[in-house]
């Protein structure tokens, strides 16, 4: 088991994105077998990459007020939402308020890569 | 893309346990291909059952005072704690105060099981 406080976990910037770090807070050097938990902050009037990859998104809202962009448009998130950015999906994180914006992403490994298709 | 807000999720009793309640608020439903996502309330007094199985946790602690059991003792979690509990290990959550303790938990779909190991 591993115990810890997320703030205890080592702040990095995010590669090429000012204003945005992310707390790698259970990885695989933690004996997670399956998938990571991640922590981001996004400052005021930063975001995320509008971007897609193979992986999935799992998303908690901690704090802050944001904005969740997809190609059919943008919906606004706050503490207590709950987004799932399902594989190949366009998506991109905004923090549209006056405070940090922060949430929860998990993401699976790269093995898995593939596999769900495969087991469906 | 699924965009919610976790209190809106169906509030199910979690099984045979008194005092606590889960929402799967995102699931293999939604088009989560790897892991599902729930919030656990647990009440003043309560606890979920000290047992283990195959499958990790991963768990966010949101709200209120609780204890994470485990063989080797028993560690204080509040607000931002993060524990992975690792396949096959002992473990219990428990809600030491006065108001609700709410945690979100992650676990890996059934498919998964044995793949990790397989791919190690």
Request: aromatic share 10%.
């Amino acid at each position: 088991m591993k115990i810890k406080h997320w703030a205890e976990v080592e702040e990095q910037q995010a590669e090429g994105l000012e204003g945005v770090t992310v707390r790698w807070v259970i990885n695989d050097g933690d004996g997670a077998p399956h998938f990571a938990m991640r922590v981001f902050d996004v400052q005021p009037g930063r975001s995320t990459p509008y971007h897609n990859h193979w992986w999935e998104h799992e998303v908690y809202v901690l704090k802050g007020e944001g904005m969740v962009v997809q190609e059919s448009g943008e919906t606004s998130i706050s503490s207590g939402s709950v987004i799932l950015v399902e594989g190949d999906e366009m998506h991109q994180f905004r923090n549209t308020g006056d405070q940090v914006f922060r949430f929860i992403c998990l993401i699976p490994f790269q093995w898995l890569e593939g596999l769900a298709q495969a087991h469906a």
